[in-house]
C-alpha cells in the first residue's frame, strides 16, 4: 500500500449531517488505525460562527456516537484527534472566506514544517449541490488549487452526491468542475464503491475461474439487483421529495453494481482500465425511451403501516413533502444489456424506502438443465422440488455469498430439493471490514481514482435514467402504486417482474 502524504483535509459542509456521522468518524478511525501521515489537519468550514474549540466539542461528541470503535468520552485518542482539527467560518460565495481559508491553511502548513504552495489539500464537498461550482469557483479563484502536473504537492477535491438532476445539470456541473480542475484532481464518490462487498464482486468475478465461463446470456437466464431499505426518508424530505429512488438510489449506487456486475474484465487493476469498461458497460444499455417506459418501469409510493412495532406515517405526511407529491419512494426496473456477453438478459432492479427490511443483494438466476431428468419421476408429496441454480451476493447485511444447488434427498427414491451452499464474511474473516467512507478517504489520499466515478461515467449513467424521467413526467395522470409501509413494496412490482421472467422463459 502507498504511504498517505502529510494533507489538510478542507471540508466544506461541516456543520452537516454528513460531516458528523460519516466523515468524521471515517478520519478519526483511519487516524488511530496509523493510515494518516503525520502532520495531517482536518480543517471544517462552514456558514456558523465557531471557534476551532467549539468545533473540537461538536468533534468529539460526534466520535463518540458514531464511531465503529466506540471512543469513550474524553479519552486521549479523542483529544490527539481533536486537536488537529480546525474550523473556518465562512460563506461559499464570498471571496474573503477563501482567502481567510487560504491563510489558516498556510499558517497549518508552516507550523508542520511545509514550506509555502507545498501543502497537499484534499477538499471535501460535503454541501448542497447547489453550491458545488460556485465553491470549485472560489478554490480556483482564490489559489487554492495546485497545478495537476506539479510533482511536489497536489490538489483533490471529493464531490458528493448527488451529481447533477438529470443529463443537462451533470454535463453542466461537470463542464464547471473541468474549467478549473483536471480530471485527475476530481473524486466524484459514491459510497456503495467503497463497501468492501461491493469490492468483492470484483475479487469475486475476476479473482476465480470457475464462475465467470458461465457469466453471460448463455447460462445466466436474469439478474435480480435489490437494494431495499426500512428507513423511511429521516429528516431529508425536502431533499428526497425532489429526487425520489430512481435518482437517489438508482442512477449512482445501483447502476454501479450493475456494471460491477456485467461489465468485461478489466485489462488491469490500474483506475482506468477498471473505469473504461464500466462506462462500455453502461454505454451498452440501450437507455429506456419516454414512450416504453411503462413497459420497464414500476413505481411505488409508501402508505401508513408499521416497521418493527412502529407506526409509520403516508410518505405525503412527511416533513418536507409536497401533500400531492407524486415521487417514487420504491422503483422496479427492467434494462438489457445489448453486447455479446449479455443480449436478451433481463436485469430486474429494485429499491425502495419503508420496506419489511434492509436488504441489498445481487441474485443471478442460471438457466435449467436442458432436460427436467427428474421433476416428473414421483407422484404427489415426494415430488421433487426443482429449482434453478441462484448465485446471490449478498451486499448487506449478514455479508456473504449462497448457491443455491439441487440435491437428492437421502432414501430410496430419486428426489430432489434445493439446497443452500453458503458462506458468511463474519464467520470466516475476524476482522471488520472498513466503513466506506474510511476506504474511500483514504483511496483520494493516496491518488487512487478506481473507486471514484469518472466524468464520462456519471453521464452514462444519467443518460440511462433520464427516458425514465422524461417518461414519467409526461404522464397525465401519474402511475404511481401505493405499497403499506413495512411491505416489500407495490404487488405491481411483483407481478411485472414475475410475468415478465415468466415471458422471458417461455420465448
Ligand atoms: C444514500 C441515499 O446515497 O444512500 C439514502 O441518499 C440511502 O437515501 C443511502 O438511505 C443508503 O446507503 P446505505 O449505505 O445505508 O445502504
Sequence with gaps: MNKAKPTTIVIFGASGDLTRRKLIPALFQVSLEGLLAKGTRIVGFARREKSHEQFRVEIEEALVEFTRSKPSAGSPELKVFSSSCYYQTGNYDNSKSFHDLKELLERLDKENGISSDKGNRLFYLATPPTVFSGIVGMLGQTGHIADPNDEERWTRVIIEKPFGRD???ASALNKNLSAILDERQIYRIDHYLGKETVQNIMAFRFGNSIFEPLWDRRYVSHVHITVAESVCVEGRGGYYDSSGALRDMVQNHMLQ?????AMEPPASFAPDAVRDEKVKLLSAIPPIGASEVNECSIRGQYAAGTIDGKLIPDYLRENGVKPDSVTETFVALKLYVDNWRWAGVPFYLRTGKALAGRLTEVNIEFRQPP?????????????????????????????????????????????????????????????EAPGAYERLILDAILGDTTLFIRQDEVEAAWKLVNGVIDGWASEEVPHIHLYRAGTWGPYAADEFITNDIRKSKAL
Excluded at 384 to 395: E, F, Q
Design 371 to 431: 432436460l427436467a431428468l427428474f421433476s416428473h419421476m414421483q407422484e404427489g408429496e415426494e415430488r421433487s422440488r426443482m429449482k434453478p441454480n441462484m448465485l446471490s451476493l449478498r451486499v448487506q447485511p449478514n455479508e456473504g455469498i449462497r448457491l443455491s444447488i439441487g440435491m437428492k434427498v437421502p432414501g430410496q427414491k430419486m428426489v430432489l430439493e434445493p439446497q443452500d451452499m453458503e458462506f458468511c464474511y463474519q464467520d470466516v474473516f475476524d476482522v
Design 257 to 261: 453494481l450493475l456494471a460491477l456486475i
Design 167 to 169: 443529463l443537462e445539470t
